[in-house]
């Protein structure tokens, strides 16, 4: 699945007209660099949920013929990054699945991330497994981190004052079972996380290569220049 709903208000004035899920970056709309990145992993088909300027996403997808593209509808209400998830789990089936947010960005180092990832996930010890990257190596981001992690690959949240080394980088794998027993409507996927955590459940994985946090108009310069720089 990737969220492709929100109403990218960081990025105005870009989307004053347009949903930042079609901001250029490189040549290529952001959600063409996250779909790219899944048919690369094999998948197959991807649900897409929209909202804000729902129109123009729709109309830009027509012309992709892989993956196949799948819209879960949110035109009536916004359900946030959790509610979202939860509203298109009949089109997503019953087994783990990728989710990625429409505007993550990275360029893959050895070995593809999203491939790793689903390497990685066990079903027996996690409920998500989160691709988390290193704060310090980060482009276009500058913040204190989301999460510790462990010897083990659990992450912890990060404390009010801390400083943490890594982000989440707006990629994962997560089972249906992370959204049993939550609230009808809106809700973020925090809430879910949180509760993997409590249980031990929220593992996370180093990315390798570099990830773009493309947060704002400025961000769009410091991605194309390290993607330019990585085909240099």
Known sequence: MVLAAGLGTRMRPVTDGMPKPLVPVA??????HVLDKLKAAGV???VVNVHYFADQIERHLQARHAPHIVISDERT??????????????????????????DTLWIDGVRHNL??????????????????????????????GDFSMDADG??????ERDVVPFVYAGAAVLSPRLFADVPDGPFSLNL????????????????EGVWMHVGTPDAVAAAE???????A
């Open 44 to 46: 197959t088909t991807a």
């Open 77 to 102: 209400q916004l359900l946030n990054t959790g509610g979202g998830v939860c509203a298109a789990l009949p089109l997503l089936g019953t087994k783990p699945f990728f989710l990625l947010n429409s």
């Open 225 to 231: 220049a390290a993607i330019l720089a990585s085909v």
């Open 192 to 207: 879910v996380f949180d509760r993997a955590i409590d249980a031990g459940r929220l593992y996370g994985m180093r990315l």
């Open 154 to 159: 659990r992450l912890v949240r990060r404390g």
């Open 27 to 32: 040549g290529k709309a952001l959600i063409d």
């Open 115 to 144: 491939d790793q990832l689903a390497q990685s996930f066990d079903d027996d010890r996690m409920d998500a497994l989160l691709l988390v990257a290193a704060t310090a190596t980060s482009v276009g981001y500058g913040g204190r």
